[in-house]
């Protein structure tokens, strides 16, 4: 019997944006890829089929997915692309900056990247700005069209790299600003790691303490003829009330967190949260630290790669977590506007620190304040760092009293009953 090769038929456009069709025979399909490319074509899809056959296989189509089963509503929301974390976003911004820096046409590198399977970021993604791409369109207009994959900050530096000629360029600044933001929120979140760990422990033990244990001391209580002390009637009624009206207090929490939600959520209470959060003592200075830190790097980014003042403004107000920073820098990008400086709306706020406003003056003077922000986000970081540090080794010691505290006041609750007893019998 005669050999054959596998046949592959494809969809591919020209350079000047006509779709053709059409079959090759080669051993894979990667070889078909290639093919294609040799033929000056952009390959949109690529189907098996045997001789004859009409019906084509798509690569990755034996997988079987029960989301064909689903109503298409449900279907839609479990196929719903998340919004990747800022270390996904880094890496997948290096490789983008990689293959446009080995000379790979932008459709070509965009191929790779589909190969490549970027974590938080899935190849559906690529594939459609490659097809936005061959189909005319510009890479950040492209990304425009994926607003939860892609923020405004990542559309307009691609947009300022594609207006100046230096879009490898901007990628890999725009990936290395993701990476600090990354490391900043993994040392924060590594500082929060320990101190909630103990509050979650000693609240299972109190919890453990008060359902299983106090009920036994309850009883020998009971048998004591003798008065029982303040603090043995306060643990006594907690215990009873963890033991016989646990629904009232799991009834209080959920109250508790809904009103702080809601509180929360609203414009007014959102405002008194942030301001409340910056004026905490030891965590307020790490919040204020980070947060001119972000600011900083963020505006200071933009500006670096070509995006005008206003748009940086904006787009920096709208990245920025904290109502407080908004609202100045809303008003600073007002002022800005009306022709006033940078640095002289900045230091009418009243909230950004004497020397933003300096090394923004300066930055204004010598003609540099993307280099003045982005000395300033160093400075920051450098700062947050400290404050981090001071942070977790405050926190350590003020557990434990607060621990010792708590044990302090069960075992004398405990023992009280016991001395009173051993004195009466005396």
């Known amino acids: 019997m005669k050999d054959f090769m596998p046949q592959f038929s494809y969809k591919a456009r020209k350079r000047s944006g ?14 078909a890829l290639a093919q294609i490319q040799r033929l000056g074509l952009f390959p949109i899809a690529v189907d098996t089929a045997k001789a004859g056959a009409t019906t084509a296989v798509r690569p990755g189509a034996k997988n079987f997915s029960l989301a064909a089963f689903l109503p298409p509503a449900m279907r839609e929301q479990m196929t719903q692309k998340r919004k990747p974390k800022l270390q996904e976003l880094a890496t997948f911004t290096t490789q983008m900056a990689n293959l446009l820096k080995s000379g790979m046409p932008l459709t070509v590198a965009l191929t790779s990247m589909t190969h490549l399977q970027t974590k938080g970021i899935p190849a559906e993604v690529t594939r459609e700005l490659k097809q936005e791409v061959t189909e005319g369109r510009g890479l950040s207009d492209a990304m425009a069209r994926q607003p939860r994959i892609f923020s405004d900050l990542y559309v307009n530096m691609v947009r300022a790299g594609e207006q100046s000629g230096s879009l490898v360029e901007v990628l890999r600044r725009m990936a290395k600003h993701f ?3 990354a490391e900043i929120q993994a040392k924060f979140k590594s500082a929060m790691i320990y101190p909630m760990m103990v509050i979650c422990v000693g609240l299972l033990l109190v919890v453990f303490f008060m359902t299983v244990m106090m009920p036994k001391f309850i009883d020998i209580f009971n048998g004591f003829n003798v008065e029982l002390p303040l603090p043995t009637k306060m643990l006594i009624g907690m215990s009873k009330l963890f033991t016989d009206y646990w629904w009232l207090l799991g009834l209080l929490v959920v109250a508790a967190i809904v009103v702080f939600k809601r509180f929360s959520s609203s414009a007014a209470g959102g405002r008194k949260m942030d301001e409340w959060q910056m004026k905490m003592p030891v965590f307020g200075n790490v919040v204020k630290v980070n947060l001119f830190g972000q600011f900083s790097r963020t505006l200071g980014t933009l500006l670096q790669n070509g995006v005008p003042v206003l748009s940086a403004l904006k787009i920096t107000e709208q990245v920025m977590p904290n109502i407080l920073i908004k609202e100045a820098i809303a008003k600073t990008r007002e002022q800005v506007t009306d022709g006033k400086t940078l640095a002289q709306p900045l ?14 003056r300066i930055g204004e003077e010598t003609g540099d304040v993307p280099g003045a922000l982005n000395n300033l986000a160093d400075t920051y970081e450098t700062e947050l760092e400290l404050a981090l540090r001071v942070m977790s080794d405050l926190i350590g010691p003020v557990l434990i009293i607060a621990m010792a505290i708590i044990v302090g006041f069960l075992l004398l609750s405990i023992f009280l009953p016991l001395f009173k007893l051993i004195a009466s019998i005396h």
Do not use: H, T, W
């Not at 006509?18 to 070889?31: F, N, T």
């Not at 230091?347 to 923004?360: E, R, Y």
């Open 18 to 31: 006509e779709l053709i069709e059409g079959q090759l025979e080669v051993a894979d399909r990667p070889a």
């Open 179 to 181: 990476q600090q933001f």
């Open 347 to 360: 230091a009418q706020s009243k909230l950004f620190p004497q020397l933003m406003v300096d090394l923004v």
